[in-house]
């Protein structure tokens, strides 16, 4: 089971934010067992007393506790929005101006319906214009040498929102804005999220794989992502399926005359490990049942069941396993 803590953070503001809920917690978690207290105490020291006891002193319109107990939470929400905003300062950074000394990588999200597409725009100072999707690879920072990864954030249609728990907070991808959020990790490996905007019946199958890699890896990946896609004789058959079908109208695979960016990139689809944004394993079973009705997968989902031959599937799903 992966961890999708935000209790067990991996990158300067997902720590940020981990301090900023445990403080709050404690302050707010004071103030309950306070007033809980002192309610209880009340209940039980004036309770309903037998007819001729003593009333308790009535201290109505007294100034001291009148103004006792207006200073006092405003003292507290004032400090609150203190620490409040300096925890937005650590989240909040400006991509313009990296650390000296790190590299940077910066990369462009757009989230569709529902399916997220990755522009690498920059890395350590050079030009990408690297397309993926689906699954983010990043490289892990090193003692001495910090990777920060700064992301714009777009959208293509509706509201979503990019959320891996574990290395930052939410942030929303609004049609017409750009956000812009940033994270940084020692941790290699694999980082779960969600999309956590309500954007349409596949809200839920809306999945955020984050491949944090060694600086090596994350080299070698971008060199092959770079690369237009192989061109094998023997998936000859089923690339002409594919350019022959509307396919091409969505898809794009560089190297050939499908350009579309409707849906995701293929050029290099057997590099991830899921199909439909993450909702089933990239195997040849899969593709085929994707290719077939991807609504039985993904019900509501953009792409339609073409009505392709038994045939076709076979030639398509051969065509599409070459592309690594
Ligand atoms: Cu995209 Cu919810």
Redesign the pocket.
């Known amino acids: 089971m992966q961890d999708l803590s935000i209790f067990n953070p991996a990158s300067p503001p997902a720590e940020a934010i981990r301090a900023l809920f445990v403080l709050v917690l404690a302050v707010t978690g004071g103030i309950f067992v306070l007033v809980e207290g002192v309610l209880i105490y009340s209940i039980i020291r004036f309770r309903r007393q037998p007819p001729g006891a003593m009333e308790p002193a009535q201290v109505y319109g007294s100034m001291p506790i009148e103004i006792a107990w207006t200073a006092t939470p405003f003292l507290i929400v004032f400090v609150l929005a203190l620490i409040l905003t300096r925890t937005e300062y650590e989240v909040r950074v400006d991509p313009n101006t990296p650390p000296p000394g790190s590299r940077p990588l910066y990369v462009t999200v757009i ?4 399916w ?1 597409e990755y522009v690498y725009d920059k890395y350590d100072g050079q030009d990408l214009g690297v397309i993926t999707a689906n699954e983010l690879h990043v490289p892990a920072s090193e003692e001495g040498v910090a990777r920060p990864v700064y992301l714009t954030l777009k959208s293509a249609d ?4 990019f959320w891996v728990p574990r290395l930052a907070g939410k942030t929303d ?1 609004i049609p017409g804005r750009t956000n812009q959020m940033w994270f940084q990790t020692k941790d290699r490996g694999l980082f779960l999220g ?7 019946t ?3 199958h ?1 999945l955020l794989r984050v491949n944090v890699d060694s600086s090596d890896e994350f080299q070698r990946w971008l060199e092959d992502q770079k690369r237009p896609a192989v061109d094998e004789a023997a998936a000859r058959a089923g690339r002409d399926v594919f350019l022959s079908q509307t396919c091409v109208n969505c898809h794009r695979i560089r190297g050939t005359s499908a350009a579309g960016t409707y849906a995701p990139d293929l050029t290099h689809l057997m590099s991830r490990q899921t199909l439909a944004s993450g909702a089933v394993p990239n195997t040849q079973e899969q593709l085929r049942k994707w290719l077939i009705d991807p609504q039985r997968i993904k019900e509501g989902c953009l792409m339609p069941a073409f009505g392709l031959s038994a045939e076709q599937v076979d030639q398509l799903a051969n065509y599409l396993g070459t592309l690594k």
């Not at 989230?111 to 529902?114: A, E, S, V």
């Not at 509706?158 to 929102?161: E, I, K, N, R, W």
């Not at 969600?194 to 349409?200: D, L, N, T, V």
Request: net charge negative.
């Open positions: 989230g569709h319906q529902w997220w509706v509201a979503h929102s991808l969600q999309c956590a905007e309500f954007c349409g596949q809200h839920a809306m």
